[in-house]
């Protein structure tokens, strides 16, 4: 079946401009995670939701970063006022439940200018 | 200290030869491990998990886990260019909220014909 995708690949965004990233997971996978990968880095957790709900936001690094999943399916990761340290690859990655793999779409690249 | 550390490299290897990448880990209570593979510009993607000490070996790749020691490698056989990635080594920290995964800065492995 389909992988998880995620839109836009690329978005280029003037500092200070509000950006939306969309993450669609396989197909009744529960668990959705979203990771930010800098260059050169490995990716680091930002939040993770069980369904609908967010049982994990300790990784968003600052209050301009809000994540939703209101029906249990499609997430998006909005980003506030954004700054050029928020430029980076955001990944997502879904698992049918509890510990299982977790399989990460292509990622969307965010440049902030 | 970091959670998961690796040698970032780069890692260079001549076509058919074994390349080794080590990875360590902070989490005595860790019990499961992964290696992911990224190639550049794209998305991690699962290679290898593995659970009990010992070796697990699955085609070219072999993963060896020793948990007294804190410490899990891989083993690439017969390198081939197209082995060319960087490999993270990634490790789920279990919390009533979820299994996220601490992943390492990853080994970045270069294979020359």
């Known amino acids: 079946g389909a992988g998880v995708s995620q839109s836009p690949r690329y978005k280029v965004a003037k500092r200070g401009q509000d950006v939306a990233l969309r993450c669609d997971p396989i197909?009744?996978?529960?668990?959705l995670f979203w990771y930010q990968q800098a260059l050169g880095q490995g990716p680091e957790f930002l939040t993770y939701f069980q369904n609908e709900a967010q049982l994990d936001k300790s990784g968003l690094p600052s209050d301009r970063f809000f994540a939703e999943r209101p029906e249990g399916s499609v997430s998006t990761l909005k980003i506030q006022r954004t700054q050029q340290e928020d430029s980076a690859v955001y990944l997502c990655a879904s698992s049918s439940q509890g510990p299982d793999t977790q399989y990460f779409g292509p990622g969307t690249r965010l440049t902030v200018l | 200290q970091k959670e998961v550390e690796q040698n970032s490299g780069p890692l260079s290897v001549p076509e058919g030869a074994i390349a080794s990448l080590n990875c360590t880990y902070s989490d005595r209570g860790s019990q499961s491990f992964f290696w992911y593979r990224q190639y550049s510009g794209k998305s991690p993607e699962l290679i290898m998990s593995?659970?009990?000490?010992g070796d697990k070996e699955d085609g070219r790749f072999t993963a060896q886990l020793n948990k007294a020691s804190q410490y899990v490698s891989l083993l690439i056989r017969d390198s081939q260019p197209s082995d060319s990635a960087t490999y993270l080594c990634a490790v789920p920290v279990f919390k009533a909220a979820g299994n996220k995964l601490t992943f390492g800065g990853g080994t970045r492995v270069l294979v020359k014909p």
């Open positions: 197909s009744g996978h529960v668990s």
């Open positions: 593995i659970y009990s000490n």
